[in-house]
């Protein structure tokens, strides 16, 4: 008899681990173990850092010219680091285009895409690189904006070959439209000033 009830309690108890076992399978993970949910939500981090920091805090979802909308947030940039030393700037943009190098890889990867189009950190950096090199005057940054977004969508040789695959390819080949169009338009500041 009470080998019969032990049995019997056996099996009520296989039958229990397997109904949880299968309402574990149904549930969703963080629903069903609270306790992992703040775990879960760090893994989650990251990736959502990532998007936000790549799109320039948003700018790359604009739904109509989403790399000059990044190229904006440069000006914002640029203007911000207007009375910076020269050190703490040229620190800040080695920040960017590192933290640019790898939103963009994580994005990169995520999304299967070599270029996606969301993402504008590129853009960022090259334009804020580009008025920092200028004289502080509008013309002279209006003039640097529309000569890197030329250089940037262009992609004249040698800026082509910065381009490649990867984080380290998306924010190199806007790197090198920076100088492009910083050299260009100091060299014709350089030639204004020597005019009669």
């Known amino acids: 008899m009470a080998f019969h009830r032990l049995g019997n309690a ?12 299968a309402a574990a399978e149904r549930c969703d993970y963080d629903a069903c173990h609270p306790w992992e949910a703040g775990r879960n939500s760090m893994h989650k981090f990251p ?12 700018a790359g979802l604009s739904p109509i010219w989403p790399g000059t909308a990044g ?5 914002a940039v640029a203007a911000a680091l207007i009375p910076a030393s020269p050190w703490l700037t040229v620190l800040t943009y080695a920040a960017l ?8 890889s994580h994005v990169v990867t995520r999304t299967g895409t070599e ?12 334009a804020a690189v580009t008025l920092s090199m200028l004289p502080l005057d509008p013309l002279w940054w209006a003039a640097g904006f529309l000569a890197f977004r030329f250089f940037d969508v262009v992609k004249p040789w040698p800026i082509r070959i910065a381009h490649d695959k990867g984080g380290a390819g998306i ?12 050299v260009l338009l100091l060299l014709l500041n350089g030639l204004i000033d020597h005019l009669p």
């Open 10 to 21: 056996l099996v009520t108890v296989v039958q229990i681990d397997r109904g949880l076992a």
């Open 171 to 182: 924010m190199l080949d806007d790197a090198a439209a920076a100088v492009a169009a910083g």
């Open 47 to 58: 990736p959502k850092l990532a998007y936000l920091l790549a799109t320039s805090v948003g």
């Open 97 to 104: 285009f590192a933290v640019g190098v790898w939103a963009s």
């Open 71 to 75: 190229a904006m947030v440069g000006v």
């Open 115 to 126: 270029d996606p189009q969301i993402v504008v950190i590129d853009e960022t950096f090259g």
